[in-house]
T-cell receptor, first 115, second 109 residues
């Protein structure tokens, strides 16, 4: 059974703290994505990666960075957390490149609260 | 700008049929997706349409009209477990996904 695992389901952090969100997939997918999901808004892409050590900015990269040192792991980093980064963060992976259907497989999500 | 519109919330009765609409305005089109997301869970893939017409998959069907920028998801023989949010997403000319805000479907006995 395919699986995308996010390290923490719930986190509470203070403003200014550095936050790491980890995501691991066991499907040997090339593509990995980080989204945030907020009420009343569609999923918004933060960063994505098509290969190890590769990263591309999405629609809302400000305040975030990512790391992909191994194919199966894609980490999202908040260098200095702020209250407006309180959100649900979803990691996803996909086996296909642009031009294909590209079904996404999502993790369960990490709900981050920044106080 | 790019935009995906779908109703915020819908209510239907167990055993009935419901149609969830999605209209889109995007720069280019390379396919439309429907995902299901139960509360507190990950979105899961339901369907993909890239050509006009109806795609049927069990109790769920998805329809696309590219000329009208319109899709719908049809759920038949509704069950309580179908209570979830349904997300519409379009792949634009750059093959990036544009997401709607989702439709929360409430099923009543």
């Amino acid at each position: 059974d395919v699986k995308v695992t996010q390290s923490s389901r719930y986190l509470v952090k203070r403003t200014g703290e550095k936050v790491f969100l980890e995501c691991v997939q066991d499907m040997d997918h090339e593509n990995m994505f980080w989204y945030r999901q907020d009420p009343g808004l569609g999923l918004r892409l933060i960063y994505f990666s098509y290969d190890v050590k590769m990263k591309e900015k999405g629609d809302i990269p400000e305040g975030y960075s990512v790391s992909r040192e191994k194919k199966e792991r894609f980490s999202l980093i908040l260098e200095s957390a702020s209250t407006n980064q309180t959100s649900m963060y979803l990691c996803a992976s996909s086996p296909l490149l642009a031009g294909e259907a590209g079904e996404l497989f999502f993790g369960e999500g990490s709900r981050l609260t920044v106080l | 700008g790019q935009n995906i519109d779908q109703p915020t919330e819908m209510t239907a009765t167990e055993g009935a049929i419901v149609q969830i609409n999605c209209t889109y305005q995007t720069s280019g089109f390379n396919g439309l997706f429907w995902y299901q997301q139960h509360a507190g869970e990950a979105p899961t893939f339901l369907s993909y349409n890239v050509l006009d017409g109806l795609e049927e998959k069990g109790r769920f069907s998805s329809f696309l009209s590219r000329s009208k920028g319109y899709s719908y998801l049809l759920l038949k023989e509704l069950q309580m477990k179908d209570s979830a949010s349904y997300l519409c997403a379009v792949k634009d000319s750059n093959y990036q996904l544009i997401w709607g805000a989702g439709t929360k479907l409430i099923i009543k006995p």
